[in-house]
């Protein structure tokens, strides 16, 4: 960080007025609810800011911060200041005994039985990785063929520094404190007056900026969707029940119907929800998705009497009102994660206005984010032949094939959306995530920076096509952050933390 703006000698002094404005402000921006033992933490932070960016008044420093986005420095600066990152390898070795010894043994046995060789885990409030390079430890020994496996692991936060640090991999003696000798020495060489972890677990993670308290999630674009299992450990404790809440109902549709959501072990909220349960094990607790059958599927579908007697509605008498009704709906049960009345709906709206390439679209993203990846690279195929010229066809079927662990077929699709579409803005950011990937950083950061200007350009409100929920703004920070990560990525940091 750049030293003091040399004009500035005095900070301003931290009135009521100008604390309760930052509080308000966290809160609104990012769902961080400053306690009062945390306030002196926020007074440090505003002066410091204001002393940083050459404020004179907090009003200034304020005004900043309100008119730049997520990824602004000043921003970033806050969020460091107010955020503890303190994070260590196997944290709470009760709960990662249940990961090694139940939950991974059992699913791992579950997915060879079904042939299918895939895990999805997401690690919510990464900090700078230690968290998901346990469960990327803990795989590695799980798995003596985990070349073979199709392994998914996200790690998030909204501090844009910890993810840098987690994209490095290099850690201070301090992460190892709960750490075997043996298994440190394994995955880990030491360099730089610290441990650096070896290249194939480094390159097994994404590390991405995402806000859990915006709604955001979960979507096939930030691959927050179909997850097996999601660790949000001390994260809460930024948060008040309202913001859990939410995040709470937001992680149950990230879930697949039976994954699992594991929080600290003093994040607890003691009542379960309709769609996750809380289990107990032993001296763990975690929640499940209990995968039930949505109350809404009854009343999605007409009654069977009237299925038997009428007949479909043809296109021409469905009023164009109900039509743009329906779509509504839609979009609503996608944004909220609700897929099984969203896939009744689509399949209602099948019926009546037969098949479409952009229904056929909607059930494929929805099969996504219920994990069954074929029948959703079935739909995309179905949409293909209905309009081989459709690019978000082309698009899902990427994003479908980068789920399946198919990064070659990925990239030809993705080739072929941005051949239809060169203004493509999603299209341009998974092809730089994808190049990033297969090791070419140069080529990956010029597609990063090819998204971010065409994002720039897009009214900030709108909201992209295959991320509801999410607008332009909020995608131009994402992209922001990416730029900021990739720009030296590659490279091992040598402070230690
Ligand atoms: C104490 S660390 C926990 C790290 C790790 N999960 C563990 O248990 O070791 C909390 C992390 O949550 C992140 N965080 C706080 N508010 C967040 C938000 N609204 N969205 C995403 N991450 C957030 C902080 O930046 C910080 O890195």
Redesign the pocket.
Known sequence: MSAEHPDIKTAPIVTAECEKTFVDFLYAK???VIKKHQLKVLHDAIDKGCRLFGHIRWQDYYEALKHDDAASTEMEQLIADV?????YFF?DQNQISWLRDHWLPEIIAQRRQQDDLSLRIW?A???NG??LYTIAMLLAEALPDMDEWNIHLLG????AD?LGNAMRGHYSSWSFRATSDSMRERYFCSQNSGHTINDKLRHMPHFTF????DDAYPSILTQTNAMDLI?C???FI?FDKAVVDRVMQRFSHCLLPAGVLML?ASDLIASSMESIRLVQHGDIFYYRNSGSVQPCEQTAHPPASSMQEKPEIPLKRHSIKAESKQRADLHEKLHDGHWHEALNLIKTMIKQQGKTAPLLQHQAKVMANMGDLKAAKTLCDESLQLDPLDKHSYFLMTMVLIELGDEEGAESNLRKTIYLDAQFIEAHFQLALLLIRSGQPENGRKSLNNALELARKAPPEDELHHAAGMNFKRFVEILEHEMEMYADGTQVSTDGY
């Open positions: 990012l769902g961080l955020t503890i990152d303190e994070s944290r690690s409030g990464c900090s230690q968290e998030t936060d909204i501090n910890v995402l806000n859990l308290a660790l450990r001390n994260v930024y600290g």
